[in-house]
């Protein structure tokens, strides 16, 4: 599924960059190179591709997540519930932060990230299944001893 750029406006509003010269990052809609960019722009030209990325409206919160398929890194609106890769075309489930958690491949120490309450999670680089420590409550280390 192409992902549609915006076009050059035809007459550009003046810019005045923030005076704290706070900038944000988006993803190169052409390349897929991570692009920092001042805030209040609303457009970013890739200096590797040269394509032009539009920048979401302000207020727009952002995610990013690996895909899955290819591991490209890719940014959404948050709240989406799927992101569809557009280098691969693998949906990838998007979770929010407190559904999810972290964890290093056993095998290849890649970071993984998988669903709260999984026992284990198979690692997409090297098919390694690490399982997840799953911390018992203080009741049940009481009954064990």
Partial sequence: MPVPLA????TPAPYSPPPNGAQSQLVCSGCRSLLMYPVGATSVCCAVCNA??????PGTEMAQIICGGCHTLLMYIRGATSVQCSCCHTVNLALEANQVAHVNCGNCKMLLMY???ARSVKCAVC????????TASPTEQKLST
């Fill in 52 to 57: 032009v990325t539009a920048v979401p409206p």
């Fill in 115 to 117: 669903q709260y309450g």
């Fill in 127 to 134: 098919s390694f299944v690490t399982s997840v420590g799953v």
């Fill in 7 to 10: 076009p050059y406006p035809t």
